[in-house]
């Protein structure tokens, strides 16, 4: 019975992780767009080192981060649109007591450029 209750524990631990990372790389794209905004878009290595930046005060290793800057409508020119897309191997903490499987994490955020 004890196995069963820190098998309970464990997955409540690691999903509570992966709903955090999510949340941690989405937070990040935002930043990443609202700073592709103000830059008018021209800047994306910028844009790729602030969400980085962002991201690596939530103790995730922003070596394996892929951040993609792009313009859906073909130019970052005022009045078209930015994208960023973050995308993350999600690798579970506790491998040897629950075996989970890599999971990829994408989050994605897009404003107009005024």
Request: glycine letters at 6%; a neutral charge.
């Amino acid at each position: 019975m004890i196995v069963v209750i820190f098998m309970v524990v464990f997955w409540i631990f690691e999903l509570s992780w992966l709903m955090y990372t999510y949340s941690a790389l989405a937070d990040a794209v935002n930043e990443g767009v609202r700073y592709a905004i103000v830059h008018s878009g021209g800047d994306p290595a910028g844009t790729q080192a602030k969400v980085k930046t962002f991201a690596a005060a939530s103790l995730h290793n922003v070596s394996a981060i892929s951040v993609s800057v792009t313009p859906p409508d073909g130019s970052y020119a005022p009045p078209n649109r930015v994208r960023v897309t973050v995308t993350y191997t999600y690798i579970p903490w506790l491998p040897k007591f629950i075996t989970a499987p890599t999971m990829r994490t994408d989050a994605e955020g897009r404003m107009v450029a005024q």
